[in-house]
């Protein structure tokens, strides 16, 4: 059984910022995709960042340029840096792993869920 811890969460001001983390533990043979989403009240979930396993990153228009995914592939650890912070980036952000277990099948796995919260 795969498990994501999330942490980093909380309440900023805008233009402020935040660092998640997000660390998977498990029997896994490999990690490909690691990735954050987030969901605000009244919204479908949405993709913030992608990162392979390679370090190619892909992000959401909305958030280009402000923040950074990262990966420490020794320690199975995504990041969201996130910088200049606006209301609107208010959600639950949840972290993202695609992985291949141990019978070499391929398996997602969805953490809890950390909230952010972006007010003055």
């Known amino acids: 059984q795969v498990q994501l811890v999330e942490s980093g969460g909380g309440l900023v001001q805008p233009g402020g910022s935040l660092r998640l983390s997000c660390a998977a533990s498990?029997?896994?043979?490999?990690?490909?995709?690691m990735g954050w989403y987030r969901q605000a009240p009244g919204k479908e979930r949405e993709l913030v960042a992608i990162i392979t396993r390679g370090g190619n990153t892909n992000a959401a228009d909305s958030v280009k340029g402000r923040f950074t995914i990262s990966r420490d592939n020794a320690k199975n650890t995504v990041y969201l840096q996130m910088n200049s912070l606006k209301p609107e980036d208010t959600a639950i952000y949840y972290c993202n792993l695609k992985y291949i277990n141990t019978r070499h099948y391929s398996e997602i796995a969805w953490g809890q869920g950390t909230l952010v919260t972006v007010s003055s």
């Open positions: 498990g029997s896994m043979f490999s990690i490909n995709d």
